[in-house]
């Protein structure tokens, strides 16, 4: 998710709706009575619009389900949804939320209140991370979709090469160590953007610590946490990266496609990145573009602690699915939603679109198993981690972590005291981004 993007609703400038062939229209009906349910979409390969066919032939009439696509750019999906959730834009039935947007929508009373009945439903089974990640205020506000998690990747043959022990928790000092002593990196994501709000808020939240330690509060009296003995810990991961040489080249322009592709040529021995990367380094394998000796050599475990004995946060990634407040269909709406959220939809979802699923009981489907032979992990992963920063001011605590805690080589321990000044100047209006 890109990191750059404006805040407040007052400053979102038009953004064009990039739309499938089924294009909303808004509070619309069928001939025979039937409600037609605009969901608004992240891109993906296709597995939403599939659900939503599938929901709208299973509700025996009760609904049809209509799909627009937003903009690939999660900054751009936000800024279009706000844009017309402000104006009261009854076109939008059902939207898909990235975790880090839900507070801000919820806060300005564009989703619309979840019945009781559903609060169970969609909470019941769910992986922690997740129920964080869709809830604000204490109050499940969105239903978990799908759920993403960070993991530590390495070579099996540099991991047993530099004697270390992947069936237990693995530190940032030992990899730091190890990549040292077997000439290799570790692949991160140091770009000036939102991957960098990622790694930052992973890495305070395994410390003990918070970005924000009051997050209901407005703007000006958000008491920040980064200038703090996790802050400080934070920092001296990337100091030892830098000091030992092991960051690779370009790390302050890598993202996850960068870091994974990074892996993937032999270029680093240990990366953190999403499970994407299986999917990719299997396709790569397959197609020749990639030795299959290279593939076989991947192993993951869970996400890097910051000191031995202390388990760690990993970040949290995904999408929940919000009913807008101005929805002329909401019942509908509400049925909808739990036919999309369903544990057989969620497998059908991870496996044909490779997202995790946000339910338990999807990793123990035989299917998703074969897929993904790291399924515990990524179960055991999202259990633990931590959602970023969540709070209405979102945009502006990302964006004013990604501008100074980067570049990673100038990363050193006044940077925590120095961003958490910077912040706060910008949530009292004294600084702009």
């Not at 049809?64 to 903009?71: A, E, F, G, Q």
């Not at 501008?403 to 005291?417: G, H, I, K, L």
């Amino acid at each position: 998710m890109a990191g750059r993007w404006r805040s407040r609703l007052g400053v979102l400038s038009a953004a064009t709706v990039l739309a499938s062939g089924l294009t909303a229209c808004g509070g619309s009906s069928t001939a025979t009575g039937t409600p037609t349910l605009n969901w608004y979409i992240n891109p993906d390969n296709g597995g939403q619009q599939t659900i939503a066919q599938q929901c709208s032939d299973q509700s025996g009439g009760a609904y049809t389900i209509d799909v627009s696509i937003l903009p690939s750019d999660a900054a751009a999906q936000r800024e279009q949804l706000m844009r017309r959730l402000a104006g009261n834009d009854t076109s939008i039935d059902l939207m898909s939320l990235d975790p880090v947007f839900v507070p801000e929508t919820a806060e300005a009373g564009f989703l619309a209140e979840i019945p009781a009945e559903y609060q169970q439903e969609w909470s019941d089974g769910v992986v922690d991370g997740a129920v964080q990640g869709a809830s604000w205020k204490d109050e499940l506000v969105t239903a978990p979709f799908w759920a993403n998690t960070q993991l530590l990747w390495y070579r099996t043959s540099v991991a047993e090469a530099a004697g270390l022990d992947m069936t237990q928790p693995v530190t940032w000092d030992q990899l730091i160590t190890a990549a040292q002593e077997q000439d290799t990196s570790i692949g991160v994501q140091g770009q000036r953007a939102e991957s960098m709000t990622v790694w930052v808020n992973a890495m305070i939240a395994s410390a003990g610590g918070e970005v924000i330690e009051n997050p209901d509060a407005k703007g000006p009296d958000i008491q920040l946490g980064l200038e703090s003995d996790a802050g400080q810990a934070a920092a001296k991961v990337m100091e030892d990266i830098t000091a030992a040489g092991v960051g690779g080249a370009g790390i302050d322009n890598r993202d996850e496609a960068a870091t994974a592709n990074m892996f993937q040529q032999g270029d680093a021995g240990f990366m953190v990145n999403w499970p994407f990367v299986y999917a990719q380094g299997k396709s790569a394998a397959e197609e020749g573009t990639m030795d299959q000796a290279v593939f076989d050599d991947y192993g993951w475990t869970t996400y890097p602690a910051m000191s031995e004995g202390t388990e760690a946060a990993p970040p949290l990634g995904g999408i929940d699915i919000g009913v807008s407040a101005f929805s002329e269909h909401q019942d509908a709406a509400f049925e909808a939603v739990s036919c999309i959220v369903s544990a057989e939809n969620q497998a059908a979802y991870m496996i044909s679109d490779g997202n995790p699923a946000a339910s338990e009981e999807v990793y123990d489907d035989p299917e998703v198993q074969e897929a993904y032979p790291m399924y515990d992990t990524i179960r055991t992963s999202l259990q633990a981690a931590a959602p970023r920063p969540q709070t209405a001011y979102y945009n502006e605590v990302s964006q004013g972590i990604a501008d100074r805690w980067q570049p990673v080589s100038s990363v050193s321990d006044d940077t925590p005291a120095q961003s958490q000044e910077y912040i706060g100047e910008v949530l009292r209006g004294e600084k702009l981004l």
